[in-house]
């Protein structure tokens, strides 16, 4: 098993997901018993399981591994997951949280399908399942759980490096 982190894994996972970006699905949620986050990302042909650090920050340390398996246990999403060219002058009226915002972001997201990122433009990326119910170990397959366990104990060797009094 091959575990990339940072910029390698997001050129890896952007590549894989140009090559097809409908059907994605982005789903975080926290790690059950490291105190990390744990995120599933999956598109047609492929299924990722990534270790965050934390949401809380801009740039999190992230480190993931390709699975064989389903992690996703074959839910499909309302809105799969992508990027959706945006014409910039209709952004602000997509970021309004109010009701009728909200309405127009879910109708845009509904009718604009993802496409690979090319060139300059405006783009939306989205949208992120974040759920309070990460799979518990004892539902995980066997791989599932040393993907699981490996990630938690590199994330750590990497926070404990670049922060030493972690613990």
Do not use: C
């Not at 972001?105 to 939306?124: E, K, M, N, Q, R």
């Not at 759980?145 to 613990?167: F, I, N």
């Amino acid at each position: 098993m091959e575990i990339l982190e940072g910029d390698a894994l997001y050129r890896v996972l952007l590549q894989s997901y140009s090559k097809d970006p409908r059907g994605w699905s982005f789903t975080v949620s926290p790690s059950p018993g490291s105190g990390f986050f744990d995120a599933r990302v999956g598109g047609p042909d492929e299924s990722w399981h990534l270790k965050l650090d934390t949401i809380y920050k801009p740039s999190p340390f992230v480190l993931g591994a390709k699975t064989d398996q389903d992690l996703f246990g074959n839910s499909q999403v309302p809105l799969s997951f992508g990027f959706r060219r945006v014409n910039p002058q209709d952004a602000p009226a997509l970021l309004d949280d109010s009701r009728e915002g909200v309405d127009r972001l879910l109708a845009f997201l509904s009718a604009v399908s993802p496409v690979a990122p090319t060139g300059p433009g405006g783009y939306i990326r989205g949208p992120y399942v974040f759920t309070s119910r990460g799979k518990a170990p004892g539902s995980m397959t066997r791989e599932q759980q040393s993907v699981d366990s490996r990630l938690s104990d590199e994330m750590r060797k990497l926070v404990r490096s670049r922060y030493p009094g972690y613990l």
